[in-house]
């Protein structure tokens, strides 16, 4: 490479560098600019413990950026030195789980009154995300968890960087979703019912819920043409198992079909067009995951074949 090739590449690597930098910069900047104005106005109320709950899209749906941003929100008021507490946000998450608590950005007067004495909160900092042209809208707002009144209110427009938009794209909720794709795996009714076709059967999931340490899915199958024979957790090394929100792995360990179950696998007779109720259970769950990001589910109607569900919100 001559002297002239290596200094534009030198300047171009540079620039990227740069161009990285400020973007990242933005919404920190902007982040440190809101809770620095929220934190003054925190302290000015004489508020001692402060959450900050996850923050949410307009209809309550939680994306990966939806998240992020919360988490660098709650440690940038966190430093601020205003002579208030933050609760930790995984200390947060089991509480709510614990108490059967919904607590995002659409939180209402109940949930926060009941959150604020559950937590020993004084006040807690809600916010939504909008996408809106280049930039992604955030509104945050912090709220008195005795009155549920809002102390503070505050507005700032976030850049759309590459980065921004991945996040952006990724749920972790899904709330009352269609998807009419067909490249989709898997599609959602307005019941928040998953539902999967394959080999002629339908698999439909009805909830995954969490108690200590166990994981219950509960779906209903059905044969779509004739009676047909179906075994669930099938072969010596069962591939049935569900990856949590950490990425935690868990393998099948019991599975019910109808009044029939086992700790490995179950075969029965379903008869055409009618529903059977199946339940799959794992063990030794995180009691901090909140949702399943994806559960696979081994099945042999003569084949063997594997059944995919993703982003299930834990009961």
């Known amino acids: 490479m001559n002297t002239k090739n290596r200094l534009f590449s030198i300047c171009g690597t540079a620039m990227l560098l740069a161009l990285l930098a400020s973007s990242a910069w933005g919404y920190e900047k902007e982040i440190e600019q809101l809770s620095a104005t929220m934190a003054e106005k925190i302290a000015d109320k004489g508020k001692k413990t402060v959450a900050v709950v996850d923050f949410t899209d307009l209809e309550g749906n939680v994306t990966q950026l939806d998240r992020f941003i919360a988490e660098e929100f709650s440690v940038a008021l966190a430093g601020a030195g205003k002579g208030f507490r933050v609760i930790d946000r995984t ?10 608590l919904s607590a995002t950005g659409l939180i209402d007067s109940a949930t926060a009154r009941k959150l604020g004495k559950i937590a020993g909160v004084d006040a807690l900092v809600t916010g939504t995300l909008t996408p809106f042209g280049d930039n992604v809208h955030l509104t945050v707002k912090v709220l008195d968890s005795d009155t549920a009144d809002i102390i503070d209110s505050a ?29 989709k795996e898997y599609t959602v009714n307005q019941n928040a019912v998953l539902k999967v076709e394959k080999d002629n059967f339908i698999f439909e999931l009805h909830g995954c819920s969490l108690s200590g340490q166990k994981v219950i899915c509960s779906l209903s199958i059905t044969s779509k043409e004739k009676d047909m024979k179906i075994k669930l957790g099938w072969g ?8 949590d929100n950490y990425g935690n792995e868990y393998s099948l360990s019991g599975v019910q079909i109808a009044n029939k179950k086992d700790v490995k696998n179950v075969e029965s007779l379903l008869v055409a067009n009618i529903k059977t109720l199946s339940n799959l259970s794992f063990d030794g769950v995180a009691p901090q995951a909140n ?21 299930i919100r834990l009961r």
């Open 236 to 243: 010596d090394r069962p591939l049935s198992r569900i990856f």
């Open 291 to 311: 949702f399943i990001s994806l559960l696979e589910i081994e099945a042999n109607a003569g084949s063997n074949f594997i059944v995919k569900f993703r982003d």
């Open 91 to 100: 200390h947060l998450k089991s509480i709510i789980k614990e108490n059967k």
């Open 155 to 183: 507005k700032e427009d976030i850049a759309k960087t590459p980065a921004i938009n991945e996040l952006l794209g990724k749920d972790l909720i899904t709330i009352e979703r269609i998807y009419n794709e067909p490249s």
